[in-house]
């Protein structure tokens, strides 16, 4: 067998394996070993999405559905009473957008930067352009401020929110300090982690602009950060990495 350019590797993942499928296939594909971690539990929102199913089921009134994560993706379909609904669908990045295509739709527009600022700032506005932004319960204002002081007509929604993370026990925490490298795939992810573990792996591989500053946020800097969006750019940066 060929060997694989992260054979003999641990790697961290900070989402449950039910939530990183995609990642964790392409990390084992390459040889790596995984360690989910799962500190970001889903739970519905305080409604239990009544406000989501409102909005969804009067989704005509919209001119775009504005998505800032797979998880955000799992909820309107789920709430959904009509899939795709008959708006443009515009995804933050690649790994949103794989998402969409994962549940049959397509996203119309995917910005050049995977930031909610970036996504605000290049989403095309016409007229009176209409947006339904479902986030989760703690997401920042970027977007929405980012899209209403261009002229947009925005209605914020809570979607989803994440549940407690589970306290990692002695020998996890053991684990996560012998492993290659920690993947940071959200600024969420970044949160999570530094709540729960007091040591890192030599290397932290960031997903793109806004997890890095959410870790430069806390005094960190990543090792690597992709250079093109999407799980294909993070296992590129993680291979670069870890084989200099």
Partial sequence: MVPGPLDDRSVVVCRAEEQSA????????????????GLLPIEAPADDGASLRASLEHVDDFDW??????????AIVAASTKWPPPVRLAAIGASTAAALEGHGAEADHVPSVSTAATL????????????????????????????????????RVEAYRLGEPPVLDPAT???????DAVLFTSPSTVDRFLQQCPVWPSA?????????????????????????????????????????
């Fill in 22 to 37: 995609s990642l964790t296939r392409r990390l084992r594909a390459a040889g790596a070993e995984v360690l989910h971690l």
């Fill in 65 to 74: 559905i504005a998505l800032t994560s797979a998880n955000a993706v799992a």
């Fill in 120 to 155: 605000a700032a290049e989403l095309p506005l016409d007229g009176v352009t209409r947006v339904l932004a479902p986030l989760a319960e703690l997401a920042g204002d970027d977007l929405v401020e980012g899209l209403r002081a261009r002229g947009f007509d925005v209605r």
């Fill in 173 to 179: 925490l053991e684990a996560v300090s012998r492993a």
């Fill in 204 to 244: 932290v591989v960031s997903i793109g602009p806004s997890t890095s500053a959410r870790l430069a946020g806390h005094h960190r800097a990543p090792t690597a950060e992709a250079e093109r969006p999407g799980l294909d750019g993070l296992i590129d940066a993680l291979v670069n990495t870890l084989n200099p």
